[in-house]
């Protein structure tokens, strides 16, 4: 979850070379979401509010803040924040990557394309690998980058299982599972181009 750094490194890679670009994160325009499951059942959406990032030369960087979360009631707001994410400690998770280069060349010929993205995922104080398959669309001003399926989190490896039981205790319920989907849409701006 979240936050996602490695999305940001294959869009700086996905450039031609002879082109340096300096990117931001449209926060208004990008999303990243993921449900809750609860009494084996009930399937309910939430999202993010404030997602940062930016790429300059070669670096690159995108942040989830995790207080931001929204699930559309207040107080359960609050408790994923103080009970699950523990944001006084962890307020953010991020993600990196690295993209192979022949993978880059393919992908300059293409306005759209498809890419198996290998990441690192930074999270409640835990860090675990995956690969993500992705879309990624482009313009001379704006690159998107979306998930083409949830990426499934497993509680257990973020450490998040005891504040998801904690959830599932205070709120009275049957189960909440432990593999959470997530899926996201990345909007980055061109801020300037020089030759």
């Not at 009494?39 to 509010?49: A, I, L, M, P, W």
């Not at 207040?74 to 006084?88: D, P, V």
Request: hydrophobic letters at 45%; aromatic letters at 6%.
């Amino acid at each position: 979850m979240k936050q996602f750094r490695a999305i940001v490194i294959f869009l700086l890679i996905s450039l031609p070379m002879a082109t340096q670009a300096a990117w931001q994160l449209d926060n208004d325009a990008s999303s990243v979401s993921f449900n809750s499951i609860k009494n084996g059942q009930v399937v309910e959406s939430h999202y993010f509010k404030s997602i940062s990032g930016s790429i300059e030369a070669n670096q690159a960087s995108v942040s989830i803040d995790l207080s931001s979360v929204e699930t559309a009631i207040g107080i359960r707001n609050e408790r994923m924040q103080a009970m699950l994410f523990e944001t006084g400690t962890y307020p953010v998770a991020t993600i990196t990557a690295i993209l192979d280069r022949e993978d880059v060349a393919a992908l300059q010929s293409k306005a759209t394309s498809t890419l198996q993205l290998p990441i690192t995922i930074e999270l409640h104080g835990q860090q675990a690998n995956a690969t993500v398959p992705v879309l990624v669309t482009r313009s001379a001003d704006r690159i998107t980058v979306s998930s083409q399926r949830p990426v499934i989190i497993q509680a257990s490896t973020f450490k998040l299982a005891a504040g998801i039981e904690a959830l599932r205790k205070i709120a009275g319920l049957q189960s909440i599972t432990l593999s959470v989907p997530v899926s996201f849409s990345l909007n980055f701006e061109a801020l300037q181009l020089e030759d």
